[in-house]
């Protein structure tokens, strides 16, 4: 029976030998692997793993074609509701969804969905059928932002037969894909490049280095270039920092700024140029997804790295696979652990973290207990570089530069459930909606608004 079949495991990089190279940690399923993986499926005549996926996947039927070889049928079932399988399928938190719900984890080990979608996506990258261009006859639509939300809401207005053109600010399309999520947990070249060259092919214009709020505005693209509507999917990439004594101090970056060097700017590449400093050690301040990224980062550029988390292992936020893979590649966790003052020297240079150690009280508002200092329990920790990897919100400069957009006390996008906006025609979604949240979540906004956008130019007055 399919549940006495032991779930395959994923050939992974040494983790000695992967904490001093960027490349991929995990190889990814072979078809013999991926074959087998795929038997233990049960196919449920209710399955919960679809109601748990925020784009709504239909898993077992993917899996069925998968297991019996028909591997563009696979794909073509992922296509219907997901834009960037290959992508997902190695950054999205499958044990809190598709997986966490699986009916076999109750007892044992679920299916590995993730692994699955990756290697279909992947297969489709390299051998599936190449999407065909809809009729342009529907309208034109603007997305700002070439990350998951708009990459999802641009592919799909483009399969409905509307012409897209995505403005992006930076040099390269991707967004978070390309200057957050490190090389080792997902390949730019092999993988998002040619993900969005995908979105290309279906005849999406892609446009770099254009800021709106500066380049151009959101009433420029709808008043002035013949825009019907606009999405904004432009993300949440404005850091926060702690406010404590020290912080001005050369040495002490944020998750974004050393993400996007060593990511986009390819800082760990030595045929870069890009400066990127670690010292001897490294302090990153967080507990997500984020601070991983970064700690895993400055692990591989060669420093000693430690993870600062006010609260315990319990409450950390990242994904437990890539806690697992930070430990095994060395990384030093300093649990309820909070800093107070960044340390400096006589040259303005970073020296150390001076901190208080926590315990738990009772929970705030999230459900998870409060963090309190235990008084006089200061230590220091000697670092160089104190990373910041404590969230971020939306960049102001769209709602402040856009007539009628209104936003919440945390600067992000006020929309519905489907996306529109407090100024008619524009739509957002993904990040700058919600504050800093997972690829698949941006995409599945995306989409909703997607759909949201073709209702209203359909029913929009025609101007003689």
Not at 128 to 149: D, L, M, Q, T, Y
Request: aromatic share 4%; glycine share 10%.
């Amino acid at each position: 029976m399919a549940t006495k079949i032991p779930r395959v495991p994923v050939r992974e990089q040494n983790p000695e030998l992967r904490a001093t190279n960027f490349e991929e940690v995990s190889y990814g399923y072979s078809l013999e692997e991926a074959t087998a993986e795929a038997s233990r499926c049960l196919q449920c005549r209710n399955p919960r793993c679809v109601g748990a996926c925020p784009v709504g996947i239909r898993i077992p039927d993917f899996i069925a074609a998968l297991h019996a070889g028909q591997l563009q049928r696979a794909a073509d079932l992922i296509a219907a509701d997901s834009s960037l399988p290959s992508i997902c399928g190695r950054v999205c938190p499958q044990e809190t969804q598709c997986e966490g719900a699986c009916i076999l984890g109750i007892k044992g080990e679920p299916v590995a969905i993730g692994k699955l979608e990756r290697f279909v996506g992947d297969w489709k990258i390299d051998h599936g059928a190449a999407p065909e261009p809809a009729p342009r006859n529907k309208g034109r639509v603007a997305v700002i932002g070439s990350g998951p939300a708009g990459l999802a809401c641009a592919s799909d207005l483009a399969r409905m037969g509307y012409g897209v053109k995505i403005f992006e600010a930076l040099h390269e399309p991707g967004g978070v894909l390309v200057y957050g999520i490190p090389e080792f947990r997902l390949p730019k070249e092999r993988i998002v490049a040619r993900e969005i060259e995908a979105v290309r092919r279906l005849g999406v214009e892609i446009e770099t280095d254009v800021i709106v709020g500066r380049t151009l505005t959101v009433d420029s693209l709808l008043d002035e270039e013949g825009f019907d509507a606009v999405f904004i999917g432009s993300g949440a990439g404005l850091p926060r920092f702690m406010g404590i004594p020290g912080e001005n101090l050369n040495g002490v970056v944020s998750a974004n700024e050393f993400l996007t060097r060593a990511n986009l700017m390819r800082a760990y590449d030595a045929q870069y140029d890009t400066p990127i400093y670690v010292g001897r050690r490294v302090a990153v301040v967080g507990g997500g997804n984020v601070a991983m990224d970064a700690v895993r980062t400055a692990r591989r550029l060669g420093a000693e790295a430690t993870i600062v988390y006010r609260r315990s292992e319990r409450e950390l936020p990242a994904r437990v696979e890539e806690v697992h893979h930070a430990r095994e590649e060395g990384i030093r966790f300093r649990m309820l652990t909070n800093p107070v003052e960044v340390l400096g020297d006589e040259r303005g240079w970073v020296r150390g973290l001076r901190c208080v150690e926590m315990e738990l009280g009772e929970p705030d508002a999230s459900g998870r207990r409060s963090p309190v200092a235990k008084p006089g329990s200061e230590f220091d920790i000697d670092c160089e570089v104190v990373v910041m990897a404590l969230g971020t919100s939306p960049n102001p400069l769209l709602s402040a530069t856009t007539e009628g957009l209104a936003t919440d006390r945390r600067g992000c996008i006020t929309a519905d459930e489907h996306g529109a906006t407090t100024r008619e025609g524009v739509f957002a979604g993904g990040d700058a909606v919600t504050g800093a949240a997972t690829v698949i979540l941006a995409m599945g906004a995306g989409r909703t608004a997607a759909r949201a956008i073709d209702e209203y130019i359909r029913n929009k007055p025609h101007k003689k």
